[in-house]
Each structure stands twice: as C-alpha cells, then as structure tokens.
C-alpha cells in the first residue's frame, strides 16, 4: 500500500502529457488513489506509527556501545611527589620530589553489552506499541474508505453541476423566447408593457443564474483536481432510464451488525483503546524493580615524561567486568503515583471515544440504509415531477399564445421546472452516494463497490452543454514538478 518511489513518479511525469482524462469514475479513483496528498499523507502516518513497535521491541534486545579516548596532560609541579616506578623492598612505590615539569598522554578505548533481564515497563510498552500498529492499519484502510466515498462525493457533484447548468442554459433560451414573444406582442397592441418588463427582468435572471452555474461547475471540476492531481473531463453519468435498486436484501440490523464487526475506523478506535489500557502498566511498573545483565571491556595504555628523572614512564593494562544490576524504586517525589494517575484518565478518555465513535457509527448506519431505501422512491418521484413540470410549462406556453395565460404563469412553471430538474440531478447522485457511505459504514467497501457503481455511468455527461461551455479548468502543477 506504499507509494511510488520519486525516481518512478519523476519518470512517469517525463512520460506522460501534461493531463490525464478520465472517463469514468473507475479511472478517476485510481488517479486519486496514486495523487490524492491526504491519503498519502495517511500512508507516511502509518509507517511512522508502525516505527513505534520496532523502537519498543529494540529496547528489550542487548544493547552495545563502543568508546574510545585519547588524551594529553601537562603538569609543573614544584612541590609534589612523583612516581619513580620503582619499589623499596616492602613493595611500596618509590617517590621523589617533583622539581621539573611532566607530561602524559593515555588512550583507551572499550565496549560495553547490557541487556535487560526483567523490566515490566519496557514489556508492557511493547504491548501497547503493538496495538497502536494494528490500529494504524485499520487507521489506514479507513483513509482508502475515506478516499473513494470522496472521490466519488466530488465526482457526482460536477455531474449535478452539469446536469444543472443544462438546466440553466434551457432555462435561460426559454426566458429569451419569452422576453421576445412578448415584445412582440406589444408592437401590436396585444400584451401591456408589464409583460415585457416581467418577461425582461425573467431572462436577466436567467443569464445571471447561467453565469454563476457555470462558475460553480468550474469549482467542481477544480475540487476534483484537487484530488486527482490532474485534470478530469469527459465523465460518464448516468443514463435518462436510471432507475435505482437497493445493493441486498439484507436488513438494517445485519448492516450495523457489520459495522459493529468490521468498520475500520471502528477498529481503530478499539485497539487505540487497548492501547491506553495497557499504558496503566507502563505507568505502574514504574514502582517495579528491574534486572538488567552488564558487560564491559575496557583497555588503557599511559606513557609520559619528567623532566626532573630524565626518564620516560608508561603503563599499559585492560579490565574486564561482568554482573547483575538491580534497581529497586524507593522515591520519586511522587512522579510515578502521578504518571498512574494520568494513564489511567488516558484510558477512560480512550474508552469513552470509543463508545461514543461506537454509537454514532449504529446512528450513521441506520442513517445511510434508510436514505438508501428512501432514495428508491426519491428518485422516481422527482422524475415524475419533472415529467410534471414539463407538461405544466409546455401547457402555460399554449395557454400564453391563446390568451388564457399570462406571462407570469409561464415564469412561475420555468421556474418549478428548473427545480425539478436540479432536485431529480440531486437525488440521482446522491442515491449511488449513499450506497457508498453504507458500504463504508459496513466496513465491506472496496474497489469492487467503485467498479458496480461505476457500470451504470454509461451516458456522456457532457453531451448536455455546448461544446464551448465545457471547461474544466486550469491544469495544475503536476507533483513531480513542484517537488523538483
């Protein structure tokens, strides 16, 4: 689950044109999947977090370290006693007065092995280190989660947006058509100059309303590349005959059960919990003694002159130790009966998060199936209403040319159809958005999820705009350049 190596993506940069253009959402999660800076951020974050076993364990393995020294020393001594290196007869070093001036040097060098035979510690910190790796697993599978519900969140919001500044654009030629059948009308006396004002101020509206569609599809297209990295057009969206289905039979209960299960981000939260739980012990071993073996090696080699023998004096000798160190905690100042106190705190904050993350976890699931199954009707009813409206508006029209409707009529039932059309745009995407998130809360989505919805996006949805309306944007700065 590594990124590429910079080597490999600087190359790959070299290879390929400027921007990419996906099709489909398939393609377009797959360009997330590899440029997306926060799920590589969520990446670096848990080898770092894996880091913190490996440190652990290492501190209960030997431990050896090196040392050497060189020195050099001067000394004018007038009335000391110096060392002759020899012995009287009882064996006791001959010294004579220092009247002159000496100089040494030494070297020694060593190396010393220590290893810990019983630390309940550094034992139980092991422990706890192990469980925040598996939660920065789960931490990690919950960021792809994260990343395809994203990706697919901003990839059906540009399709809304198009789908809307269609309706924009229609809305706009019919308020043009209408301004100018009712100035018509009143060059040959059959409409007052209230219609054409009403008419004029509709289609001002109007071009207003398209201008800032399109502004706002920009923008959508724009977060899409934030995530990508790279310029999306030409996306797939979903055909006029679209009619939603629920992914199982299952029940609500059987969902949450599965979220209960095997919700990552869940998952995380309970071995975060452990985590803390077993911080209790690193805490209360500190009134524990601890038992550590220890060896050392040591050589030392000395030599130097004096002025006042004439003579050169040295000594050359190596030591060697080996033993058991116990430690045994008297007083603190009350620091480790503190450090207790505040793991334990530790611990019921982590407990209470997770039962609280637990909670709302049951909440969002039951949430999402609900939606899900309202989104069935949903969709279907807002195809209906804009099935309605279109009558209603086509109906005002006529009614407008034969003189039993005004044109405010025909404004209002415009108007009720752009609704329409934008809501059912709504509902569409946000029914395969909640089949996502359900997914998600369930624990079970992955890239087969991606591949199901992304097999009803059959329809170009660009087809619905100008080909001079479409526009997704500046290119941004690819990453490899900014990181050259």
Do not use: C
């Not at 060593?110 to 810990?116: D, H, V």
């Not at 059987?254 to 979220?259: F, I, N």
């Not at 904050?349 to 609280?356: C, F, G, M, P």
């Not at 039951?366 to 109906?395: C, F, P, T």
């Amino acid at each position: 689950m590594s990124r590429r190596p910079l080597a490999l993506a600087l190359a790959m940069a070299a290879l390929l044109p400027a921007s990419a253009y996906a099709e489909d959402l398939l393609q377009t999660y797959e360009l997330a999947r590899t440029g997306d800076p926060q799920y590589a951020a969520a990446e670096s974050q848990r080898l770092a977090d894996k880091e913190g076993a490996v440190q652990a364990r290492g501190a209960l393995l030997p431990q050896i370290n090196g040392s050497a020294r060189l020195t050099r020393s001067h000394s004018n001594d007038q009335d000391g006693l110096i060392n002759t290196g020899r012995v009287d007869g009882n064996g006791n070093p001959i010294r004579i007065p220092s009247n002159g001036v000496g100089r040494s040097r030494g070297r020694s060098y060593g190396a010393e092995l220590s290893q810990s035979v019983f630390d309940w510690g550094a034992i139980s910190n092991v422990r706890v280190q192990r469980a925040l790796s598996k939660a920065a697993d789960f931490t990690l599978d919950n960021a792809g989660g994260d990343l395809i519900t994203r990706t697919a969140n901003t990839y059906f919001n540009v399709l809304v947006q198009i789908e809307t500044l269609a309706a924009a654009e229609a809305a706009e030629a019919a308020a043009k058509r209408n301004f100018d059948y009712a100035d018509k009308r009143l060059e040959v006396g059959l409409a007052p100059i209230t219609d054409v004002h009403e008419a004029r101020a509709n289609y001002d509206s109007a071009r207003a309303a398209t201008i800032l569609q399109r502004n706002a599809l920009q923008d959508a297209y724009q977060a899409l590349t934030e995530i990508t990295g790279t310029r999306v057009v030409d996306l797939k969206a979903l055909p006029d005959d679209f009619r939603p289905e629920l992914p199982s039979e299952q029940g609500v209960d059987t969902w949450v059960s599965s979220a209960l299960s095997n919700n990552p981000g869940l998952k995380s939260a309970e071995y975060q919990s452990k985590s803390a739980a077993l911080g209790v012990d690193v805490a209360r071993a500190g009134h524990l003694p601890t038992l550590g073996f220890n060896a050392t090696y040591g050589r030392n080699t000395t030599w130097g002159s004096n002025t006042s023998l004439g003579a050169i004096d040295g000594s050359d000798g190596h030591d060697r130790t080996i033993g058991l160190t116990l430690t045994v905690p008297i007083f603190s100042g009350g620091v480790t009966q503190s450090r207790v106190r505040q793991a334990i705190a530790n611990r019921d904050v982590a407990q209470d998060t997770y039962e609280q993350q637990k909670r709302a976890l049951e909440r969002n699931t039951r949430n999402a199936y609900q939606a899900l199954v309202a989104g069935v009707s949903e969709v279907e009813a807002r195809r209906l209403a804009v099935v309605s409206a279109k009558a209603a508006y086509d109906a005002s029209q006529v009614g407008l040319e034969v003189g039993t409707r005004t044109v405010l009529d025909v404004l209002i039932n415009q108007q009720n159809l752009f609704d329409a059309q934008t809501q059912y745009a709504v509902a569409k995407y946000q029914f395969l958005q909640n089949r996502l998130l359900l997914d998600q809360a369930a624990g079970s989505l992955d890239i087969e999820d991606v591949r199901d919805v992304n097999r009803l996006l059959t329809a170009d949805a660009n087809a619905q705009l100008a080909p001079d309306k479409i526009d997704a944007g500046p290119l941004p700065t690819p990453a490899a350049q900014q990181q050259q």
